[in-house]
């Protein structure tokens, strides 16, 4: 377990959340839109280049409805085009842009074919003999890329009833040369309900893959997330983003911080265990909150004490001076949480802090079976010593003096008094420690600094 707030206030549900799956379908569905834009942009540009060179510039002089009628047509799909690759954004706005697509698509068309069949040229054969008539099957196929078999189905439908249209317009002004038979017909037929069918199965599929990623990501992020409930949110990144998870680790400077409630075992004696669940977690909730603002990784909870680490898993450059603007801020949040407790007639709490900053391997440590990303070392062990030398020396926080150097490395001007040097059990030769400086003013104001780097290292 890594944030007890966490627990209280679980991440909502995301599998099978439809706004996000929702928001996935537009993304999906907009870049459909563009790709049909960009083929638009292009057969009309060509068109109109081709319109110009050929006889369009003077039939559009001299007044001729069928260059009207055909350079109104593309110069729409043209427009309609560029503002789509433009300015059509994901929203509201995307679907009735697909359904207008389908509409202004119908229209181009049937203005093409009306420049072809209605004022036909001596050799026109008739719409199912002309190569123009292979763009109808285009569009019959194009509006599944906009991953909505409604859409796609308007479209066909549409499309069908321009060449409908065009049927009447060829065989009510040039019924003698209109001398279709009925293997014309089928083939005109079966090519369409093919487009239409492709276009349609492109719509379904495609929205299905769309919609089968949309819900892969959201149970990896719902993974993540619950894997953050019991290890911190940056090792579960690392470990969800490693191809492979090795025992062992390497050596990085860290700062390593633990907390340790005083007499809160005696506290607690006859108390509910509900009572003492909810107090503990709003105790450890405030502690988490100040460590991870500061850029920290609680490695673990052992009853009511923290083992923080900063400097993993990617080192820091101010990790010790993280970790000592935390214990200022940890000191600070302990007296706020005091002041509700005496509110509710909640007696105070108290804390010692131990900080130490040294080499030490930071890594997977286990077996094949089961994994822990921790720390071990003798920073690790010096740190908690420091925590226990709080009671002797009468202090709430203890800080080696490697963490001081350190930590005044980055900020000469830290607030730190000495209390001399000690010696340490398990340690060789006595330690300088210090304390942080309650006669000056900068730990609660350093704090802020710390929260701007943490965000900036994450």
């Given at each position: 377990?890594?944030?007890?707030?966490?627990?209280?206030?679980?991440?909502?549900?995301?599998?099978?959340?439809?706004?996000?799956?929702?928001?996935?379908?537009?993304?999906?569905?907009?870049?459909?839109?563009?790709?049909?834009?960009?083929?638009?942009?292009?057969?009309?540009?060509?068109?109109?280049?081709?319109?110009?060179?050929?006889?369009?510039?003077?039939?559009?002089?001299?007044?001729?409805?069928?260059?009207?009628?055909?350079?109104?047509?593309?110069?729409?799909?043209?427009?309609?085009?560029?503002?789509?690759?433009?300015?059509?954004?994901?929203?509201?706005?995307?679907?009735?842009?697909?359904?207008?697509?389908?509409?202004?698509?119908?229209?181009?068309?049937?203005?093409?074919?009306?420049?072809?069949?209605?004022?036909?040229?001596?050799?026109?054969?008739?719409?199912?003999?002309?190569?123009?008539?292979?763009?109808?099957?285009?569009?019959?196929?194009?509006?599944?890329?906009?991953?909505?078999?409604?859409?796609?189905?308007?479209?066909?439908?549409?499309?069908?009833?321009?060449?409908?249209?065009?049927?009447?317009?060829?065989?009510?002004?040039?019924?003698?040369?209109?001398?279709?038979?009925?293997?014309?017909?089928?083939?005109?037929?079966?090519?369409?309900?093919?487009?239409?069918?492709?276009?349609?199965?492109?719509?379904?599929?495609?929205?299905?893959?769309?919609?089968?990623?949309?819900?892969?990501?959201?149970?990896?992020?719902?993974?993540?997330?619950?894997?953050?409930?019991?290890?911190?949110?940056?090792?579960?990144?690392?470990?969800?983003?490693?191809?492979?998870?090795?025992?062992?680790?390497?050596?990085?400077?860290?700062?390593?911080?633990?907390?340790?409630?005083?007499?809160?075992?005696?506290?607690?004696?006859?108390?509910?265990?509900?009572?003492?669940?909810?107090?503990?977690?709003?105790?450890?909730?405030?502690?988490?909150?100040?460590?991870r603002d500061h850029g920290g990784v609680v490695d673990k909870f052992i009853g009511d004490a923290i083992m923080a680490v900063f400097g993993i898993p990617n080192e820091h450059q101010d990790s010790a001076q993280r970790a000592?603007?935390?214990?200022?801020?940890?000191?600070?949040?302990?007296?706020?949480?005091?002041?509700?407790?005496?509110?509710?007639?909640?007696?105070?709490?108290?804390?010692?802090?131990?900080?130490?900053?040294?080499?030490?391997?930071?890594?997977?440590?286990?077996?094949?079976?089961?994994?822990?990303?921790?720390?071990?070392?003798?920073?690790?062990?010096?740190?908690?010593?420091?925590?226990?030398?709080?009671?002797?020396?009468?202090?709430?926080?203890?800080?080696?003096?490697?963490?001081?150097?350190?930590?005044?490395?980055?900020?000469?001007?830290?607030?730190?008094?000495?209390?001399?040097?000690?010696?340490?059990?398990?340690?060789?030769?006595?330690?300088?420690?210090?304390?942080?400086?309650?006669?000056?003013?900068?730990?609660?104001?350093?704090?802020?600094?710390?929260?701007?780097?943490?965000?900036?290292?994450?």
């Amino acid at each position: 377990m890594n944030d007890p707030s966490a627990l209280r206030h679980p991440p909502a549900p995301l599998s099978g959340s439809v706004p996000v799956l929702e928001e996935f379908l537009d993304n999906a569905s907009l870049r459909g839109e563009q790709t049909v834009a960009l083929a638009r942009f292009i057969f009309a540009s060509l068109g109109l280049v081709r319109t110009l060179l050929f006889g369009g510039w003077e039939g559009l002089v001299s007044g001729s409805p069928k260059y009207f009628t055909l350079t109104g047509g593309l110069l729409l799909g043209l427009a309609w085009a560029a503002w789509v690759l433009v300015f059509l954004r994901p929203g509201r706005k995307l679907r009735r842009a697909l359904a207008a697509s389908v509409v202004i698509d119908a229209v181009v068309l049937l203005a093409v074919g009306l420049s072809i069949a209605a004022w036909p040229s001596p050799t026109y054969p008739g719409l199912l003999r002309i190569t123009e008539s292979g763009l109808f099957l285009l569009a019959m196929a194009s509006p599944g890329l906009r991953l909505s078999p409604r859409v796609a189905a308007s479209g066909a439908l549409l499309v069908a009833l321009v060449q409908v249209v065009l049927f009447v317009v060829d065989f009510h002004l040039i019924p003698e040369r209109i001398t279709y038979g009925p293997s014309e017909f089928l083939m005109w037929f079966a090519l369409n309900l093919g487009s239409f069918a492709f276009g349609w199965a492109i719509a379904a599929n495609a929205r299905r893959l769309v919609f089968k990623g949309a819900e892969a990501a959201l149970s990896a992020e719902r993974a993540r997330q619950r894997l953050g409930l019991y290890v911190s949110e940056e090792v579960a990144r690392e470990a969800l983003e490693s191809d492979v998870l090795e025992i062992g680790g390497g050596g990085l400077r860290v700062a390593v911080l633990f907390s340790d409630l005083r007499d809160f075992t005696r506290y607690c004696e006859g108390m509910p265990p509900e009572q003492l669940v909810a107090e503990l977690n709003e105790y450890l909730d405030t502690m988490v909150r100040m460590v991870r603002d500061h850029g920290g990784v609680v490695d673990k909870f052992i009853g009511d004490a923290i083992m923080a680490v900063f400097g993993i898993p990617n080192e820091h450059q101010d990790s010790a001076q993280r970790a000592i603007d935390c214990a200022a801020a940890m000191q600070k949040a302990l007296a706020e949480l005091n002041e509700r407790r005496a509110a509710r007639g909640r007696p105070a709490l108290r804390h010692g802090i131990g900080v130490h900053f040294g080499e030490a391997v930071a890594g997977n440590i286990g077996n094949s079976e089961r994994l822990q990303y921790t720390v071990v070392g003798s920073v690790v062990n010096l740190a908690s010593r420091l925590e226990t030398a709080t009671k002797t020396l009468r202090v709430p926080v203890v800080v080696s003096a490697a963490t001081a150097a350190s930590a005044r490395a980055n900020d000469p001007s830290l607030a730190l008094r000495s209390l001399g040097h000690i010696e340490v059990r398990g340690h060789e030769g006595p330690v300088e420690v210090f304390t942080l400086d309650q006669s000056a003013k900068s730990p609660p104001g350093a704090a802020p600094q710390a929260l701007s780097r943490a965000s900036s290292a994450r």
